[in-house]
């Protein structure tokens, strides 16, 4: 796990650490010092903490006047035990949100597992986005199923053509523009 990267070639277009708006604005981050880890496996050190003992985030663009976010996420996303989605939502989404951003993709292609709770902190982001949305990019099958059983995918738009999209070779704002194409085409 110490060889995955959040992705990096958007860093001309955005850093998250240089953003006064940014959650983690003047972090700074090691190329060769490892000190996160979810479980036993070290994780690269550009990963950013949300006080997770396994997930960990990046966000990789923001526009604000657009109004949407970038985030990569990497390890198991575990609301039942460490409740993910509420630091997710209180420490990260929140302190976007306050700044109009209220489109979010989330691409989760290394997330390994999901276990829910309940769905609380899913319906508050959803209720608060007004008309905004949240896709959910390139999760693997089985955490999407689970998404499914717990019924988080009513506050999600999340699977077919969305989980297929080859994301690293456009700009973040193409990628803005095919997710709300598909999330339009999707709620209306």
Known sequence: ????????????FYIASEDERSPFFGREYSEFEYTNAIYNFLIHPQWDDIDSPT???????????????????IGEWNDAINNDIMLLKRDIIEQIMQYGVNKFILIGENILNFHAANDCYYEEWFEEIEDGWIAFLNFRKHVLEEFHRANIDYYIVSGGQLNDIGWRTSTPQQLFEKVEHFVQKRIG
Do not use: S, T
Request: hydrophobic letters at 50%; glycine letters at 4%.
């Open 1 to 12: 796990m110490q060889d995955i990267e959040p992705f990096y070639n958007w860093r001309h």
């Open 55 to 73: 997930l960990y985030i990046k966000i990789l663009a923001v526009d604000y006047d657009l109004g949407y976010v970038i985030i990569e996420l």
